[in-house]
């Protein structure tokens, strides 16, 4: 199984995120804030990281910023309910940018994408 970690604030995502990933075939590491997003990849190294913009503990942009510091080599996924931070020069280091939808297809399709150009 791919290991990836998905980091959400939000519960409800959070579950249906980790099972929808699960469901695909990955192995899902899910936080909730980006302190310990940054500590885990510190440790761990996921193949892909799909990241929330708005942490309760911290911005998005910043735990990216850390992630790429620590090994630039991890394709981060921005995912988040505002597009307007697409043309936010910081999230230019992210890899791609999924608008949050009720249909997350497009955000599995581009995890595969990111774990397939990882293998």
Do not use: C, H
Request: overall charge negative; charged content about 30%.
């Amino acid at each position: 199984m791919i290991p990836i970690l998905i980091v959400e604030d939000e519960k409800y995502l959070l579950d249906l995120y980790s099972e929808e990933f699960t469901d695909a075939g990955f192995a899902v590491n899910s936080i909730s804030t980006g302190k310990a997003a940054i500590d885990w990849v510190r440790k761990e190294r996921p193949r892909v990281v799909v990241l929330d913009i708005k942490l309760g503990d911290m911005e998005g942009l910043r735990v990216l910023e850390e992630i790429k510091e620590i090994d630039k080599s991890i394709p981060v996924i921005l995912n988040s309910a505002y597009a307007v931070y697409k043309s936010d020069f910081a999230s230019w280091m992210a890899d791609d940018y999924v608008v949050k939808s009720s249909n997350i297809s497009e955000l599995i399709s581009k995890v595969k994408k990111y774990a397939d150009e990882q293998a």
